[in-house]
């Protein structure tokens, strides 16, 4: 099994909801990342969790949230977004934060914020 | 600064015709590596080949290999025989050591270019 799974697929929400996203990786992986993309650019990182603690944060606007409950689970809380949090959401896995360790993405969340 | 640059915007192949694709890179550290992820407009990042920087040998994986020369700090991409489903954004992309100040293996990647294979 070489998938990390994410959902939902697509979510549109207003800027006084609170959603959550989810990410699922059953590769024994212990590093796991969420990365946002806007429309043709590059993703940038956003987090990093590393045996299921934070390890980085890339300066990301606290109405973003992230949690590890276990190894295999990654979710982003979100609370009070803005139209301009509008994006891909991608999810990674890696075996751990090794160099040459490849990053396994999910398909993504599209998030649109009304 | 720009860590890692892919100049070409676009790119246009001939189904079954080879195609490189450029990427530059910056780093001072000595241990990095060097990755290549292919986008279709699904959206997922597929992974396509790696680089360490202390490989001596090209790296290769199926039709694609990397161009990889320490030097000049260059990663190309060289897809053989272009498919019509290559067709596709391509991110280059490098992860530094952790020695590197401000270097924390975060996987950073180039602002991606559009490949399309024509039939």
């Known amino acids: 099994d070489t998938e990390v799974t994410q959902t939902p697929k697509h979510l549109v929400m207003g800027m006084t909801n609170k959603k959550s996203l989810k990410c699922e990786q059953h590769m024994g992986h212990r590093a796991m990342y969420w990365y946002k993309q806007k429309a043709k650019k590059p993703p940038e990182l956003m987090f990093v969790?590393?045996?299921?603690?934070?390890?980085i944060n890339e300066s990301v606007p606290s109405r973003f949230s992230p949690e590890c409950p276990n190894s295999s689970l990654l979710n982003l809380h979100l609370h009070a977004l803005q139209p301009e949090d509008s994006a891909l959401y991608l999810c990674?896995?890696?075996?751990?934060?090794?160099?040459?360790?490849?990053?396994?993405f999910g398909s993504g969340t599209q998030l649109s914020v009304l | 600064a720009q860590k890692i640059t892919q100049t070409q915007p676009g790119m246009f192949v001939q189904e079954k015709e080879a195609v490189t694709l450029d990427c530059t890179y910056d780093t001072s550290d000595q241990s990095y590596g060097l990755f290549w992820y292919k986008q279709p407009s699904s959206g997922e990042m597929i992974f396509l080949i790696y680089q360490g920087s202390y490989d001596e040998q090209n790296a290769t994986e199926g039709r694609y290999s990397l161009n990889f020369q320490k030097a000049r700090k260059s990663a190309n991409l060289v897809i053989s025989a272009s498919q019509l489903g290559d067709s596709a954004m391509y991110f280059c992309a490098m992860r530094e050591g952790r020695r590197v100040q401000g270097g924390s293996e975060k996987l950073v990647f180039g602002k991606g270019m559009k490949l399309t294979v024509n039939p």
């Open positions: 969790y590393s045996y299921e603690k934070l390890s």
């Open positions: 990674a896995s890696s075996l751990d934060r090794a160099t040459n360790e490849k990053l396994f």
